[in-house]
């Protein structure tokens, strides 16, 4: 009996990182909370009246949360809760592929940057393989998924190369416009955590995660969007918009 509930408790999903930097509950200035009447995803505030996601995160009434550390405490200070104008997910994205899959939300008025909210640099050249990133979400209690979630975590993983990810993720078409992030090869155990989860690598993004066979808070390997390749729809967007 007591080996039976050792072996429960060690396959329950709970969303602890594997990496021996992960640190807790230090709010990544640029990290938005995209709260919807389906699920949360993050985001990333990109420029004073942008936030980028990802083009699965299009949820029904969207509410864009900005400078929260634990979504479930309403009365946390420091927060800019704002409505947005519109939602612009890339032209060739599809829900039946990971590819392209970029969202740009207009804000309805600019975010009052502040010491607890402020911009993501975006890349100028493409990262790459081995360079050091921070990977940030929110986690679940193992207790209630019912409620938001309540434990921001960061993980401090690495870059691999596109051969390992092919390696890692056999049944998929891993291309040019993704990144893959984490530990080859990957634990792949369940957790719960909010989708989207940035990659930022010295202070710039360049990633936003698109699919994880997984768990990213304990280092499984991620496949993400290269925001580098993106650049030219993401300028030209904010521009015309």
């Known amino acids: 009996m007591k080996f039976i509930l050792f072996w429960a408790l060690l396959n329950l999903p709970v969303a602890l990182a594997f990496d021996p930097d992960y640190t807790d509950f230090i709010t990544p200035h640029y990290l938005v909370y995209l709260k919807s009447d389906y699920l949360p995803c993050v985001g990333v505030l990109i420029h004073p009246l942008w936030v980028i996601t990802a083009a699965h995160c299009n949820l029904p009434r969207l509410q864009v949360i900005l400078g929260v550390t634990n979504p479930s405490n309403h009365k946390e200070k420091n927060t800019q809760v704002i409505g947005y104008k519109k939602m612009i997910y890339h032209p060739y994205f599809s829900v039946a592929s990971i ?4 969202m740009l939300i207009k804000l309805k008025t600019n975010i009052q940057l502040n010491d607890y909210v402020n911009l993501v640099s975006l890349p100028t050249e493409p990262i790459s393989a081995k ?4 990977v940030s979400t929110w986690a679940y209690n193992i207790c209630d998924y019912s409620n938001d979630p309540n434990s921001l975590q960061n993980v401090n993983i690495s870059v691999i190369s596109n051969s390992q990810c092919r390696s890692a993720y056999k049944t998929y078409n891993i291309k040019e ?3 893959c992030i984490g530990i080859v090869p990957g634990r792949r155990q369940p957790c719960k955590e909010v989708t989207a989860a940035p990659a930022v ?12 066979d997984g768990c990213v808070l304990r280092a499984d390997v991620g496949i993400y969007t290269k925001i580098f390749n993106y650049m030219p729809w993401i300028e030209n967007t904010i521009q015309n918009n």
């Open 131 to 134: 360079t050091m990133c921070t």
């Open 201 to 212: 690598c010295n202070g710039i993004l360049q990633g936003i995660l698109t699919f994880a």
């Open 177 to 179: 416009g993704m990144l």
């Open 99 to 102: 590819e392209h899959n970029l």
